[in-house]
């Protein structure tokens, strides 16, 4: 059984950083669907509402997590940017630059979330592991799709 944490822990630090870049991607990708223009307008403003709503959702399951093992998630935007390695949108993004950026950002998330999970692991707390594979295992089937839609 996993020790219940009153206090920060490795995994819950972890897991709160993953909340703030969840929350910064969040708000880049609404950018990005508001602001994408040009020819891929209807296919990438449609994806980008997917990407955010998945967005939202592994941000509130992360969080709760936290919250199960007695840890409280960032909560304030200004923490959060602090916090996030997953950067603002600049308002200056072409729409292929838009399509890079979150390609990128899901890599280093990626990075991120396998780390968490050999730290889960070697703690036993398998329902940390498994929601962070869960998280992983999405973006990188974005990530494919990312790929194939820059021609990679």
């Known amino acids: ?3 219940l944490a009153t206090k920060a822990s490795p995994i819950t630090n972890l897991l ?3 909340v703030a870049n969840f929350s910064v991607l969040y708000m880049k990708l609404h950018h990005f669907h508001w602001y994408v223009k040009g020819e891929n307008f209807f296919t990438l403003h449609i994806k980008f509402e997917e990407l955010y709503t998945e967005a939202g959702l592994h941000l509130d399951v992360i969080a709760e997590r936290m919250l199960s093992l007695r840890a409280k998630p960032t909560a304030t935007l200004q923490e959060q940017l602090q916090l996030a390695s997953v950067k603002e949108a600049k308002n200056m993004e072409s729409a292929e630059e838009m399509v890079k950026q979150i390609y990128t950002d899901f890599t280093a998330v ?3 979330l396998t780390e968490g999970i050999e730290l889960a692991e070697e703690n036993k707390d398998q329902p940390s592991a498994d929601m962070l594979i ?3 295992s999405s973006l990188e089937k974005h990530n ?3 790929e194939a839609y820059l021609g990679k």
């Open 144 to 146: 494919w799709m990312l």
């Open 110 to 112: 990626c990075a991120e």
């Open 16 to 18: 709160d950083k993953q």
């Open 134 to 136: 869960s998280i992983r």
């Open 1 to 3: 059984m996993v020790k």
